[in-house]
């Protein structure tokens, strides 16, 4: 076995991944679960997994890339819409957030935490467009 390889395997990594974010590490459950995904690239949990990780640890970057790829395979996947609009959000990107969040209000309206979140953003995005 590679020394720097964790031991088990892939789904092994993936539930210490998701025991590791439950812990309050984001960032150990990150590595552990780009490690995961480098080895199972298809898999949808291990993406979103790490998504969730690296948005958990400030890396707002990353997480909008990882939820971007859970949404090009599957526009429809309202969480994940949801997540890239809460990283881009915290990302300063604001137009790209409201726009995520509000598809996912499309699709979930029943979920109030993602009307919230975009009723933020746009009352942020208002705020910016009145400053001098």
């Known amino acids: 076995m590679d020394p720097g390889q964790p031991d088990g395997g892939v789904y092994d990594w993936y539930q210490r991944g998701l025991d590791l974010l439950g812990d309050g590490n984001p960032d150990a459950a990150a590595t552990l679960l780009d490690r995961a995904l480098a080895a199972e690239p298809g898999s949808r949990s291990v993406?979103?997994?790490?998504?969730r990780a690296q948005y958990d640890a400030g890396r707002y970057r990353e997480a909008i890339?990882?939820?971007g790829a859970l949404i090009a395979v599957?526009?429809?996947?309202?969480?994940a819409q949801f997540g890239l609009g809460l990283a881009a959000s915290r990302a300063g990107e604001l137009e790209l957030a409201a726009?995520?969040?509000?598809?996912?209000?499309?699709?979930?309206?029943?979920?109030?935490?993602?009307?919230r979140a975009l009723r933020g953003v746009r009352a942020r995005r208002?705020?910016?467009t009145e400053l001098p």
């Open 126 to 128: 208002g705020l910016a």
């Open 99 to 115: 726009e995520h969040l509000a598809l996912a209000v499309a699709m979930r309206p029943d979920q109030g935490h993602y009307a």
């Open 65 to 67: 890339e990882s939820f």
């Open 74 to 79: 599957d526009p429809a996947d309202d969480y």
């Open 47 to 51: 993406r979103e997994a790490l998504a």
